[in-house]
């Protein structure tokens, strides 16, 4: 496989060392400054870069060390978005009454909030830090980014200011245009491989929040379709070399998630409208259903079974993911898919609750696996 996603692939995030998470809160306290936590993300990021090229990984990410939070921090580096109230809870435990792996079926994340008209900050967002990611390694560096349905999913109409934009369609337009320019920046940077990581989507299959979509005056049928459109204007001038994924998942944050559902009620359209060369699927638990969606997949499109968990330590066993790739292959092409973990390890400072030799141990894990299914691993 020339471009991403590739047969042994994998989300982004990774466990926080502590000498991190010790220099993020000395800046917050005023006790460093920017340059000096930088200083220690750098090093950090070319340690934690080696460690994926040990386990493997031809797509190698800086594990969000420049990040607290998977969306937050890009969200709010463009002008004009604020993040607004939440009950998230960021610690080390799951919040009290939630089993091991369970849901928090109350969590509200923060919402993206647009107060006034959209712009790209100048010098982009995460040019400087694909830079140093591409000087870091050998193999192809990939950036991640929240997909532009973030920026409408959690308020709908009502996150967006009606003065700075009284039709929603001149939002949407900005939205696009937004990261149209942030991926052609990365782009002209050298940049070969980009993520979107989109939630919305794997929400949607949830009656519950389908609901709460309805109760922000949305249609939970339409937004699919609205996503794609966002998607496919965002990343239409990109490079013919440059692949472009979509992540989805069901939440997760502290080894527990927010919502769950198989993936019928998007599949057909997610698949067959949003023009990416591949999606990574949580498929780690019943939550996310069975594999029947998979047949709507269309020739040629990368489907990375997330079949793998970052949320626990303990090692899959290879016969049973050997099955379970059996399984997927009933209603997709065996050659159309890849392995990866069902998401990051990290999806916020706090990180799910397991040790950090087990995420490698499961990257090792799928490099390894991955080599025994594909010639071309």
């Not at 920026?151 to 967006?160: A, P, S």
């Not at 996310?288 to 269309?298: K, M, N, T």
Request: net charge negative; charged share 30%.
């Amino acid at each position: 496989m020339a471009k991403g996603p590739f047969r042994a692939d994998q989300v982004g995030s990774f466990l926080r060392p502590k000498e991190l998470m010790d220099a993020r809160e000395k800046l917050k306290n005023g006790d460093w400054d920017a340059a000096a936590l930088r200083e220690v993300e750098d090093r950090l990021i070319t340690e934690v870069v080696k460690s994926q090229e040990a386990a493997g990984m031809k797509a190698v990410t800086d594990g969000d060390f420049r990040r607290t939070s998977w969306s937050g921090d890009f969200l709010t580096a463009i002008d004009g978005v604020e993040m607004r109230s939440t009950t998230e809870r960021i610690g080390s435990e799951p919040p009290a009454g939630v089993p091991k792996g369970g849901m928090v079926p109350d969590w509200q994340p923060p919402t993206p909030t647009t107060t006034k008209k959209l712009a790209l900050p100048d010098g982009g967002i995460q040019r400087s830090d694909f830079e140093f990611l591409q000087g870091a390694t050998s193999q192809t560096p990939k950036v991640c980014i929240p997909s532009p349905s973030m920026l409408h999913f959690r308020g709908g109409r009502g996150g967006v200011d009606e003065g700075a934009y009284p039709d929603m369609e001149e939002f949407f337009e900005d939205v696009s245009a937004i990261w149209r320019a942030e991926i052609m920046d990365l782009a002209d940077a050298g940049c070969r491989y980009v993520q979107l990581d989109d939630t919305n989507l794997a929400y949607l299959c949830d009656d519950r929040l389908r609901e709460r979509v309805r109760g922000l005056g949305e249609d939970p049928d339409q937004l699919p379709l609205l996503y794609a459109r966002l998607i496919n204007t965002a990343i239409a001038d990109r490079p013919d070399d440059m692949a472009i994924t979509v992540h989805l998942c069901r939440g997760n944050s502290l080894s527990v998630g927010h919502a769950q559902g198989g993936y019928e009620p998007v599949a057909e359209k997610m698949f067959n409208e949003v023009k990416v060369d591949g999606f990574f699927l949580e498929y780690d638990s019943d939550r996310a259903g069975d594999f029947q969606p998979l047949r709507f997949v269309p020739k040629g499109l990368k489907i990375v079974l997330g079949i793998v968990t970052s949320k626990f330590g303990e090692l899959e066993d290879t016969d049973d993911l050997k099955r379970r790739i059996d399984e997927a292959s009933e209603f997709m092409p065996v050659d159309q898919m890849c392995l990866s973990p069902q998401c990051g390890f990290a999806s916020h400072t706090g990180g799910n609750i397991l040790e950090f030799d087990q995420q490698w141990a499961k990257l090792n894990m799928i490099s390894e696996l991955a080599k025994e299914v594909w010639a071309d691993a």
